[in-house]
């Protein structure tokens, strides 16, 4: 599986540039405040946009563990809007969309 896992130059996901508060990093994915949305989003670290099953459930589990700490209820939302062609996925607060309580880094 590992000649399957490529990452794309120009990527803005793909480059994992720290612009926000990070709150996990392995070698599966990342989680990180979004800078537009203010909640906690998941990314994969490889580019492409069908993660293995066990990927996914991988990041789901950390993105609850993440989610339920900083926002209690929430909900997943994996539509990939801006940046279409890589997954990753937000967790967002019950009946909203948008966070707005930051936390001090």
């Known amino acids: 599986m590992a000649s399957e896992l490529t990452r794309v130059d120009g990527c803005d996901l793909c480059r994992a540039v720290r612009m926000t508060h990070w ?16 909640v906690p989003m998941v990314v994969w670290r490889w ?34 809007r801006n940046i279409p062609d890589h997954w990753h996925a937000h967790a967002r607060p019950k009946g909203g969309f948008f966070g707005g309580r930051r936390k001090a880094l």
């Open 47 to 80: 580019h492409g946009k069908t993660p293995p099953p066990e990927h996914l459930e991988h990041m789901r589990a950390h993105l609850h563990d993440v989610a339920t700490t900083e926002m209690g209820e929430y909900y997943v939302d994996d539509h990939m």
């Open 23 to 38: 709150y996990h990093e392995d070698e599966v994915c990342w989680i990180a405040e979004c800078d537009v949305c203010d």
